[in-house]
Protein backbone atom coordinates (compact mmCIF):
# COMPACT_ATOMS: atom_id res chain seq x y z
CA UNK A 1 0.00 0.00 0.00
CA UNK A 2 1.26 3.13 -0.84
CA UNK A 3 1.99 5.93 2.11
CA UNK A 4 0.54 8.77 0.20
CA UNK A 5 -2.63 7.33 0.59
CA UNK A 6 -2.72 7.61 4.18
CA UNK A 7 -3.21 11.16 3.82
CA UNK A 8 -6.82 10.60 2.52
CA UNK A 9 -7.88 7.68 4.16
CA UNK A 10 -9.59 7.17 8.09
CA UNK A 11 -10.65 4.60 10.31
CA UNK A 12 -14.97 4.51 9.50
CA UNK A 13 -16.29 4.25 12.82
CA UNK A 14 -13.78 6.92 14.45
CA UNK A 15 -12.38 9.01 11.63
CA UNK A 16 -9.14 8.88 13.32
CA UNK A 17 -5.94 8.89 11.21
CA UNK A 18 -3.80 5.69 10.10
CA UNK A 19 -0.71 4.73 10.45
CA UNK A 20 1.22 1.54 9.65
CA UNK A 21 1.48 -1.38 12.64
CA UNK A 22 5.18 -1.55 14.07
CA UNK A 23 6.39 -5.04 13.09
CA UNK A 24 6.68 -5.96 16.87
CA UNK A 25 3.32 -5.01 17.26
CA UNK A 26 2.41 -7.31 14.42
CA UNK A 27 4.57 -9.83 15.63
CA UNK A 28 2.46 -10.27 19.17
CA UNK A 29 -0.69 -10.06 17.00
CA UNK A 30 0.06 -12.69 14.93
CA UNK A 31 1.23 -15.08 18.36
CA UNK A 32 -2.04 -14.67 19.60
CA UNK A 33 -3.87 -15.22 16.48
CA UNK A 34 -1.33 -18.68 16.27
CA UNK A 35 -3.01 -19.26 19.65
CA UNK A 36 -6.41 -18.50 18.29
CA UNK A 37 -7.23 -15.79 21.14
CA UNK A 38 -7.82 -13.39 18.39
CA UNK A 39 -11.34 -12.43 16.73
CA UNK A 40 -12.34 -9.74 14.31
CA UNK A 41 -14.94 -7.45 15.41
CA UNK A 42 -17.31 -9.55 14.13
CA UNK A 43 -16.56 -12.32 16.20
CA UNK A 44 -14.88 -14.66 13.63
CA UNK A 45 -11.31 -16.34 15.16
CA UNK A 46 -8.43 -15.54 12.78
CA UNK A 47 -6.63 -17.73 11.37
CA UNK A 48 -4.32 -16.50 8.88
CA UNK A 49 -1.28 -14.29 10.21
CA UNK A 50 -1.69 -10.22 9.45
CA UNK A 51 1.43 -9.54 7.21
CA UNK A 52 0.85 -6.09 7.13
CA UNK A 53 -2.06 -3.59 8.72
CA UNK A 54 -3.41 0.19 9.71
CA UNK A 55 -3.20 1.14 13.23
CA UNK A 56 -5.80 4.13 14.53
CA UNK A 57 -3.84 7.25 16.30
CA UNK A 58 -4.89 6.02 19.62
CA UNK A 59 -3.52 2.37 18.96
CA UNK A 60 -6.74 1.03 19.84
CA UNK A 61 -7.93 -0.62 16.37
CA UNK A 62 -6.45 -2.20 13.82
CA UNK A 63 -7.75 -2.82 10.07
CA UNK A 64 -6.04 -5.45 8.27
CA UNK A 65 -4.55 -4.70 4.46
CA UNK A 66 -4.85 -7.88 2.05
CA UNK A 67 -2.95 -7.60 -1.37
CA UNK A 68 -2.15 -4.02 -0.93
CA UNK A 69 -5.62 -3.06 0.03
CA UNK A 70 -6.55 -1.52 3.53
CA UNK A 71 -9.76 -3.45 4.94
CA UNK A 72 -11.67 -0.67 6.27
CA UNK A 73 -14.52 -3.04 7.28
CA UNK A 74 -15.33 -2.59 10.55
CA UNK A 75 -16.67 -5.79 10.84
CA UNK A 76 -13.17 -7.16 9.71
CA UNK A 77 -11.01 -4.65 12.06
CA UNK A 78 -9.79 -6.20 15.16
CA UNK A 79 -10.03 -4.16 18.64
CA UNK A 80 -6.37 -4.42 20.03
CA UNK A 81 -7.90 -4.78 23.63
CA UNK A 82 -7.78 -8.20 22.81
CA UNK A 83 -3.72 -8.44 23.33
CA UNK A 84 -3.98 -6.71 26.92
CA UNK A 85 -6.83 -8.98 28.42
CA UNK A 86 -4.52 -12.47 27.58
CA UNK A 87 -1.40 -11.08 29.35
Known sequence: MKKEL???ICCPVSKQSLS???RDKLDELNKAINKGL???NEGDALNENITDALITDNGVIIYPI????????ENKS???DQLEKIK
Open 66 to 73: KDDIPVLL
Open 78 to 80: IHL
Open 6 to 8: LSI
Open 38 to 40: IKN
Open 20 to 22: FVT
